[in-house]
């Protein structure tokens, strides 16, 4: 028992139980379920060491090496096996030189907490900055609304600081994700808003590959997995780069084109925007502290997340209506959110 209490004093952790099921079966029949209670600000001992480079992640499920994992030093190219998926994965080259007798601090087995230095140089190198904002645009208001947002947003531009990442995307009917990194001609990529749109196709539509071959295995996610930092730059550049492109693609954009009725409310697709913001993120920055800042002018009405008709014969619910679960939309709704939710803070946990 003292063991276990020396660890939860390292590892600010308390688990119900000290071994985890193998397998499903295992799993569904334990007693009381599996969590965990993290502190996360408690003082780390002394002896907790600080590494000066990015954490090595499995290809698949994102697990970051631990003293569990399996290295196999006998092959030609070292490799780790993943304590969570059993993934195979090879070190990087600076990884070459470890051996049973010059472990990494990371492998040690008295290291089951580690702390790794987050703005260590190669990382800053790869990811140009660990503060993310992704402007998420409503154009389904009127021109007088429209204009203050523009003016706003214009000296939010002016007051963010010059290495934080900046990406816009503009919605209405259509969701329009803005390329930056190319201020001569302005191109934009093009979504319908009632489709939904995976990961996958928005790599292979947003030409993330056009230039190198896309790998055959793991997740992609950022340089270190797959991408080219010119891709990437095309969606996200630093304020001080992207400010006059920016400038100009806000100051021209005009309320959304598509007629509406008198009897019908605007086609949003608030929640395709969303998630394809989402999307992204996840694709280019996956782990940094990044924000989608939405301005919306009006309840989405068109693909995930709807909470109304376009109907204005449809009232939108009152809080009676969700007492009475009375609310069409809202339980398609809130599975869709909470999906959304649970993506972003997955991909903010690898």
């Not at 470890?98 to 601090?105: C, D, H, K, T, V």
Request: glycine residues 6%.
């Amino acid at each position: 028992m003292a063991e276990f209490l020396d660890l939860e004093s390292q590892d600010s952790v308390r688990m119900p139980w000290n071994v985890l099921p193998g397998t499903k079966a295992d799993a569904a029949n334990c007693a009381i379920p599996i969590s965990a209670v993290y502190t996360p600000l408690k003082p780390l001992p002394a002896s907790t060491p600080l590494l000066p480079y990015s954490p090595l992640r499995c290809r698949n499920c994102r697990s970051v090496i631990n003293p569990f994992s399996i290295v196999d030093f006998s092959s030609v190219n070292k490799i780790w096996i993943c304590s969570f998926c059993l993934q195979r994965n090879h070190f990087p080259p600076h990884y070459q030189s470890i051996s049973e007798q010059n472990l990494p601090a990371e492998l040690f087995p008295q290291y089951t907490t580690i702390e790794y230095e987050t703005s260590a140089p190669n990382e800053k190198a790869q990811t140009g900055s660990s503060n993310v904002f992704l402007f998420v645009v409503d154009t389904c208001v009127i021109e007088e609304e429209l204009g203050f947002l523009k003016s706003s947003l214009l000296q939010v531009l002016g007051m963010v600081p010059e290495n934080c990442l900046i990406g816009l995307i503009t919605f209405g009917t259509y969701v329009h994700v803005h390329e930056l990194g190319f201020g001569q001609i302005p191109k934009v990529h093009v979504f319908k808003g009632t489709k939904e749109v995976t990961k996958e196709q928005l790599l292979e539509q947003m030409g993330f590959f056009a230039k190198r071959p896309r790998p055959t295995t793991g997740v992609i996610a950022g340089v270190r997995d797959g991408l080219s930092q010119d891709s990437i730059a095309r969606f996200l550049l630093p304020a001080s780069d992207c400010e006059f492109v920016l400038n100009s693609i806000l100051e021209e954009l005009q309320k959304d084109p598509w007629p509406v009725a008198s009897d019908q409310r605007a086609a949003r697709c608030t929640g395709t925007a969303l998630s394809l913001a989402a999307h992204l993120l996840g694709v280019c920055v996956p782990g940094s502290g990044a924000r989608i800042m939405a301005f919306l002018g009006g309840p989405s009405t068109e693909g995930g997340g709807a909470i109304v008709s376009k109907n204005l014969s449809e009232p939108i619910r009152s809080h009676k209506d969700l007492d009475k679960d009375s609310a069409p939309h809202y339980h398609k709704a809130v599975k869709f959110y909470e999906s959304l939710s649970n993506n972003l803070f997955i991909r903010d946990m690898c």
